[in-house]
Structure formats: C-alpha cells, structure tokens
C-alpha cells in the first residue's frame, strides 16, 4: 500500500502538521491557555488546549488562526529546499499542493478542526452557549454527510468517518461541556458588557444578568444557583434508590 | 485493626493514583504496545498477502491510500494532459517538444547516468515500472512522487521508453491503463 519509497512525502506532511500544531500551541502560551498534552490522530497531531471554547472570543480566534497561517509560510520553506537542491522544482509544486490541500481541509468549517472552532466562536457572538454548540454540530454534521456523498477519494472519505464518530462524541457531552464552561465563567472574572436577558444561558462575549423567577440575577449568582439545583437533584435521585 | 488501615491506605492510594510509575515507564508501556499493535498488522498483512487473499502492492493505486493528495483537486482529471507519445522506431517516442512527461502517477525509483545520458525508472500506481532514457538533464530525484504530465527532464530527437509489470514487458497502452 504505502511504498516505501514516499517517505519524503510523509515526512513532509508529518513535519507541516507538527508546524501548526506547535504554532496553535504557542500561540495558547502566549494568551496564558494550558496545554497538557499533544494527541497523535492517524492524520496527524492535535494540540488540546485546556477551556478553549470557554474563554474570550478574539483571543481564541487569533490563537485558532495562528495554525493556518503556518501553512501560508511552507511555500517559502520549499523555495529555500529547491536553492539547496535538495528536492526538485516540480516536486516541490506538488508539496506545495500538498500543503494548500491541508490548509483548505483545516479550514473547513467541521466541528474538531480548526475552522469549525473559528464557526463556533462567530455563533457565540449572538447566541447563547449551548444553542451556538447545537447549532455548529448541526452544520458540521450535514456538511461531513454531504462531502462524504460528493467526494470519491477513499482516505478522505474514512477522515470524514472518523470526524463524524468524533462529532457524534461531543453531542454525546454537551451537558459536561456546559458544566465546564459554567465552572470557567464562575472562576474567571470578565470585564464585559452587561447584557439582561430571559434565555437560562450565558452569552460568552458580555457579562450576563438573567431573569430567573421574576428577579435579575447577576451572572456568578445564577451559576451558583444551576449547580445546587443540580446537586440537589442529584441527592434526591440518590434518595430514591436507597428508599 | 492494623489490616484494616493498610487495606484503607490501599484503596485510597489506587483512588488518589499518587501511585502511577514515573512518567518513562508509562510512556514505554505505551510505545511497547504500539509497536506489538503494529508488527501484528504487519503480520496479517503478510500473511494474507503470501496467502494470496490480497495481492501485494498493486491493491490499489497509491494516490488512494496517501492523504491529502486529490482531496481538493480545483482541475478536473482531464485537464491534466495525458503526454501523447509517437512511435517512431522500436521503444524509440516522440511527443512533439523535447520534454518527457510521465504518462501516470508514481514514485521515481532511481535516475541513474548512462554514457553522459540520464535514465529515470518511475513506479507507477498501476504496478508498472516504466524507464525513461536518453534523457540530456533530468527534473527529478530519487524517491520523489511524481503525477501524470509532470516534466522528467528533456530528449533531443527521440526519447527511449520501456514499460515492465510483474517482470513481463508490456506496451503503452497497456502501460497507461494498467
């Protein structure tokens, strides 16, 4: 299957996915996100970043195209290899494709890459938390099933799986990640604008004062309030089994 | 009471997991145990292909398998110009400019000189091996991918072409459809 003689083309590509793996990852260090660890994909490397859907919008959009913009500084990389002669000029155009074909995948705006975390970012703009996570799972899913429907490529076609099984995990969690982002609003302190509003929800770009139960609650209060409703429900449930 | 602290100390150190070895060993459990996860794949490819239930490496065309490569092709396949070679002597071609161009996609094996003359031997997709010779300079290197149309390097006059699958010579028509 894979010759042995495309190591060059692999290697490559390993080295431009480590490139913007490692530009996300210092561009999270520089905006004070952590990053515990790096995971290994059968496609490539992914840098997890520790509440990078939770914090501020334009912070994370810059971090999130600081990967991209890698891709837009190989070609002057493959320029300086053709001055040395190590690879040839028409090799070195088919890298070069190579590369914009892993800038556009990335750029596609499906939920675990790149550019459906930069969808997500524009949606939370305007929508509350969790209608803006429904709402770019829904995207991202039609949009995987329909480019699995048009494209006839095999190898993109089992990506396009494996992302699919990955959205369908995180529809799976979006409880926890509510929670999580609940957890980060309650700790973190934002300098925002106020926004009043009915919707039981946070707004992730201003700082939210929600009606609950014909009063305005400031943003910490509400969340304090969400958590012992549910432990509350919890030790009722608990309750119930021992009775 | 002694047995029931120590088991008590047990549990809560398996909870806590203040007992996980240092961190080099965790990492070559897990190395070890990619590595085993890859030999038994190598294996069962082996095994099947000496089985005969695959066969070997024409199973399907490279380009298929390698990512990244056609995912996001803006020109269509026939864009691409297929090089249309003349017959002008026996396994002597000309395609109309002094430059060959690879007639299907593949690896290039090896570009050795010969007599102050380049011969390039292309690994195709198809299973093919085809040897471009008489070349004056050569465009390419060892080990490169290269894709249907791509200029090898440049011919005076004629342009030698000899095309080889499973070990039996084969024409150019044969060699451009596999």
Not at chain 1, 114 to 142: K, Q
Not at chain 1, 214 to 229: D, G, H, L, T, V
Not at chain 2, 34 to 43: P, Q, R, S
């Amino acid at each position: 299957m894979l010759a042995s003689n495309m190591w060059k083309s692999a290697l490559f590509l390993l080295l431009v996915l480590s490139l913007h793996e490692s530009a996300h990852m210092m561009a999270a260090k520089a905006f004070h996100y952590e990053v515990p660890q790096v995971v290994l994909y059968p496609f490539g490397f992914g840098a997890s970043i520790l509440h990078l859907g939770h914090g501020s919008l334009w912070r994370e959009t810059l971090i999130l195209l600081a990967g991209p913009c890698v891709h837009l500084v190989v070609p002057f990389l493959l320029i300086v290899l053709v001055k040395f002669d190590l690879i040839s000029i028409t090799y070195a155009n088919y890298l070069e494709q190579l590369n914009q074909s892993v800038l556009l995948f990335n750029l596609l705006p499906i939920y675990p890459l790149d550019g459906g975390r930069i969808l997500l970012n524009f949606l939370h703009l305007f929508l509350p938390y969790c209608c803006g996570l429904w709402v770019s799972y829904a995207l991202s899913v039609s949009l995987v099933l329909y480019l699995f429907h048009e494209t006839a490529v095999l190898s993109f076609q089992i990506v396009l799986l494996f992302l699919l099984f990955q959205q369908l995990l995180s529809c799976l969690f979006i409880k926890r990640e509510k929670e999580q982002f609940y957890y980060y609003r309650y700790l973190s302190a934002p300098k925002r604008i106020r926004l009043k509003h009915p919707f039981q929800d946070c707004f992730r770009a201003f700082y939210n004062v929600i009606r609950f139960e014909k009063e305005w609650m400031q943003e910490k209060a509400w969340i304090r309030r969400y958590f012992e409703k549910e432990d509350l429900k919890k030790r009722k449930q608990s309750h119930q089994i021992m009775l | 009471m002694k047995q029931g602290q120590r088991i008590h100390r047990r549990i809560a150190k398996r909870r806590c997991g203040r007992n996980k070895p240092p961190a080099f060993y965790r990492f070559f459990y897990r190395f070890s145990m990619l590595i085993m996860i890859g030999l038994v794949a190598v294996l069962g490819y082996g095994i099947s292909v000496k089985q005969g239930f695959v066969t070997g490496e024409d199973l399907l065309a490279v380009g298929t398998w390698f990512p990244f490569e056609k995912w996001f092709s803006l020109q269509d396949e026939t864009v691409s110009a297929m090089p249309a070679y003349a017959l002008l002597k026996d396994h002597y071609y000309s395609n109309g400019s002094n430059q060959a161009q690879a007639i299907g996609d593949g690896v290039v094996q090896s570009v050795e000189k010969q007599d102050q003359r380049y011969v390039i031997l292309v690994k195709q997709d198809n299973g093919v091996i085809a040897t471009y010779g008489t070349l004056e300079s050569t465009a390419v290197k060892k080990d490169e991918r290269i894709q249907r149309g791509d200029v090898l390097g440049t011919y005076q006059e004629s342009l030698y072409l000899y095309f080889e699958k499973d070990g039996k010579e084969i024409d150019l028509t044969q060699a451009k459809q596999g």
